[in-house]
């Protein structure tokens, strides 16, 4: 291994994230290679050196700012569907009431399609038979004299001998 | 049993404000460390880390486990920092060099010399306030992206591939920049490493 493919590799050797395989190609490389040793203490050394910076507290009102930001927040808005979620009754009842409502709707309009054939023509004729009454009981018809059928027969019987 | 993170997420997505008190106690003293770190500046740093826990509280209807939840908090936390960082560097170039310096820090660095009771000699304080000084300046004079793997790799104890996504390159880049952040470091605390390695 080059001392290039240390760069990439000396942090993990020092800590301990290198695979098996990659930590032994590592310690075979320093082993002959004084600069990159020297590189490991330094490194090593630094590490310790950043260790030596204690760590911080918050201050007793951090939490207290952070609970008020929160509480300062709006409710989220909720979604149109977002009931169905929370409450699964409610939609239950909601998709029985749907179909139900579905159903009645569906079996009146079938009723009014399917009216007896009867009906439909009684209906479409109304006009026609209502001239049929009034011709029926109108007077001045009823005093026309009957038509005289002899005449009639006497003609045809005079054509068929001619 | 102790919930993990993503279950206590996926609480607080569901409602349960417990949960998000259990993150914000898990969570407070790390970020507040890495900001710190970051920005040099306690009160901004502990503004930043509640503007880091309101993101997450205000994402909590979108939350989605994908990732793991620390991968997500830092991410929060570095952008939010580097923007920062970036923001006070161009409000130094406008204040004047006459402007009273104001130094921060949880070092000993502009407050009162106050020697604690376990450093008898006044000596010996004074060395190692100088030693941290030495160490803060070094992380400072790193450059933003270096820093945050820096922090992210040494403190938060956080893996290659999780500080990868966190600064949002590769693994392989990853190393890079972690190699030439510790190697600015070795040139930059030349003398303290040298003690360090003779002995």
Known sequence: MSCERMESRILGYMDGRLKENQRIEVEKHLAGCALCRLRVEEFSAISGLLDELPRIEPSPEFDARVHALVAAEPAPKASWWAWLHFSPRIALAASFLLVMALYLGYGTDKGRVEAPPDDQAMMQDLPVLEDHDVLQNFEPLKILPAPVQADDASDTEQQQQM | ?199
């Open chain 2, 1 to 199: 049993m102790v919930r993990t993170d993503v279950q206590l997420m996926l609480d607080v997505k569901a409602g349960d404000g417990t949960s998000f008190e259990l993150l914000l106690q898990r969570y407070r003293t790390p970020l507040v460390n890495f900001l710190y770190r970051m920005v040099r500046n306690r009160e901004q740093a502990e503004d930043l880390a509640q503007e880091v826990f309101l993101r997450v509280y205000r994402a909590r209807e979108d939350y989605v486990p994908s990732a793991k939840f620390t991968t997500w908090l830092f991410r929060i936390a570095t952008n939010l920092a580097l923007n920062s960082v970036r923001d006070n560097r161009y409000q130094k170039l406008e204040v004047s060099i006459d402007a009273p310096v104001t130094v921060d820090a949880e070092d000993g660095e502009g407050k009162p010399l106050d020697v604690p009771e376990k450093h008898p000699n006044i000596e010996q304080h004074l060395v190692e306030d100088a030693r941290r000084k030495m160490i803060r300046h070094a992380i400072d004079k790193l450059p933003e992206k270096q820093r945050a793997a820096v922090l992210l790799h040494k403190y938060e104890e956080l893996d290659y591939a999780e500080i990868a996504k966190i600064l949002n390159c590769s693994e392989s880049a990853l190393k890079s920049l972690l190699f030439r952040a510790y190697e600015a470091l070795r040139v930059e605390l030349a003398p303290l490493v040298a003690q360090h390695v003779k002995h």
